[in-house]
């Protein structure tokens, strides 16, 4: 039998199903495109914004329960407002990021950023 104030507790910590959300934008502040990942479902979405520049991508890192690190990448659309979903099945409550990008002709294909500089936004599934 477990106690009533352990079985608490362990409800308490159980994180709650949320939405991250990762933006990429150009030097004139226009959003290219944007990515979310779907706690509930660990669904990523895709979407291209701009009719400029190439197609929408999203890159993501999971570090599984054993350590390995399971890296991916989903090929969004090329046309404007067009959304692409991907499923998958995450550990209940596992960290993982991920960052949403586009493919340029010269090149260099810039990727999403956070506020905090970094360009991988932290999501748990």
């Known amino acids: 039998m477990v106690p009533l104030a352990l079985m608490a507790t ?10 991250y ?24 979405t895709v979407t291209k914004r701009s009719a400029d520049g190439g197609r929408a991508y999203l890159e993501f890192r999971y570090v599984r329960v054993d350590g390995t690190v399971q890296t991916g990448r989903h090929q969004g659309p090329a046309t404007a407002d067009a959304s692409v979903s991907f499923g998958h099945d995450f550990g209940e409550g596992r960290r993982l990021t991920f ?14 950023g956070t506020a905090d500089g970094e360009n991988w936004t932290v999501a748990y599934a």
């Open 10 to 19: 362990t409800i308490g910590f159980a994180p709650t199903a949320q939405v």
């Open 21 to 44: 959300d990762a933006r990429i934008y150009d030097r004139d502040s226009r959003l290219l495109a944007e990515a979310r990942f779907d706690a509930a479902g660990d669904t990523f």
């Open 99 to 112: 960052r949403v990008c586009v493919t340029e002709e010269h090149g260099f294909n810039p990727c999403s």
